[in-house]
Every structure is written in structure tokens, then in C-alpha cells.
């Protein structure tokens, strides 16, 4: 599957770098630059709906303990 990506000067620049330093392909390093992106992006909503539970499950003794 292909899509085109436009590019201005600064990120042409960053690209150029990356290829050079990492040695990969641009498609390589913008591909692994959009999964990174979205694992944590991911893991944060995991952390946050975690958080959610714990928050919910243990409301009242949190109060307790601030009331003591």
C-alpha cells in the first residue's frame, strides 16, 4: 500500500540526517516513527483506563486515609 507525504525543508533536512546516521530507508524510518507514535499513545490510554479502575475501586479507602 502506498501514500505520498509532503514534506517542507526542515523535515526533508531531518529525514536526509536519519537515513545517513540510521542508515534505513525513508519509508523505514517514517514507518518506525508512526508505530513508536502509536505505542505510546496506546500505552498511555492502557495507563489512563488503569488508573480509572484503580481510582474507582479504592475511592473510599483513599478518603479514609486522608481523613486519618
Known amino acids: 500500500m502506498a ?3 509532503r514534506t517542507d525543508e526542515e523535515l526533508e533536512q531531518a529525514l536526509d540526517s536519519l537515513v545517513e546516521t540510521e542508515g534505513l530507508s525513508r519509508q ?3 514507518r ?7 505505542e505510546r499513545t496506546s500505552h498511555r490510554t492502557r495507563a489512563r483506563q488503569a488508573l480509572t479502575v484503580v481510582i474507582e475501586r479504592w475511592t473510599d479507602e483513599i478518603e479514609q486515609l486522608a481523613d486519618a
Open 28 to 30: 523505514e524510518i517514517v
Open 3 to 5: 501514500f505520498t507525504v
Open 32 to 38: 518506525r516513527a508512526v508505530l513508536e507514535k502509536h
